[in-house]
T-cell receptor
């Protein structure tokens, strides 16, 4: 069975600070990796995804994530956060045609 | 407008009552998923449909839960004899595809069981 672990439940940053949210998964085979974001009062939406190829993937709003297979990690990064990045971020994994398994989420609060 | 609509957005009920949630997916999406999310947790898979066929059910879906998608369009999730532990956000998603991880979520139906 797949599982996803997100390192921090809450992160507080000031605007312009750099962001890195940790995500580790457990599964021995080929995986597909995702980051979803939920802005306050809005629905969950896909931020970025990794299927294969270049392990550094870029998503919307300046976010990127790096897949490191040896570490079973898929950390989310952004060089300079904005107040509007305040949201809850979920890492998720699936393999083949399996259903998506989510981590518990990281709440990011960016202070202006 | 997310494209996936859920109704009602909020439901407060007393323990032991039955509740039903409806999900209207994006019309061209043939796969529909139900997830449950509780405080401090990520979404947990409940069940999914391809067209009208229910293809997978999670162990979380007890006998009191039933989901249908009779014509392969909208879906309903019914909870019978609600318990306080059923209090959660019930999320519906349709597959934006082609990978089964690329989901388009609705805004959810929040259930509070008193």
């Amino acid at each position: 069975a797949q599982s996803v672990s997100q390192h921090n439940h809450h992160v507080i940053l000031s605007e312009a600070a750099s962001l890195e949210l940790g995500c580790n998964y457990s599964y021995g085979g080929t995986v597909n990796l995702f980051w979803y974001v939920q802005y306050p009062g809005q629905h969950l939406q896909l931020l970025l995804k990794y299927f294969s190829g270049d392990p550094l993937v870029k998503g919307i709003k300046g976010f990127e994530a790096e897949f490191i297979k040896s570490k079973f990690s898929f950390n989310l990064r952004k060089p300079s956060v904005q107040w509007s990045d305040t949201a809850e971020y979920f890492c998720a994994v699936n393999s083949g045609y399996s259903t998506l398994t989510f981590g518990k989420g990281t709440m990011l609060l960016v202070s202006p | 407008d997310t494209g996936v609509s859920q109704d009602p957005r909020h439901k407060i009920t007393k323990r032991g009552q039955n509740v039903t949630f409806r999900c209207d997916p994006i019309s061209e999406h043939n796969r529909l998923y139900w997830y449950r999310q509780t405080l401090g947790q990520g979404p947990e898979f409940l069940t999914y449909f391809q067209n009208e066929a229910q293809l997978e059910k999670s162990r979380l879906l007890s006998d009191r839960f039933s989901a249908e998608r009779p014509k392969g369009s909208f879906s309903t999730l019914e909870i019978q004899r609600t318990e306080q532990g059923d209090s959660a956000m019930y999320l519906c998603a349709s597959l934006r595809g082609p990978n089964t991880g690329e989901l388009f979520f609705g805004e959810g139906s929040r259930l509070t069981v008193l």
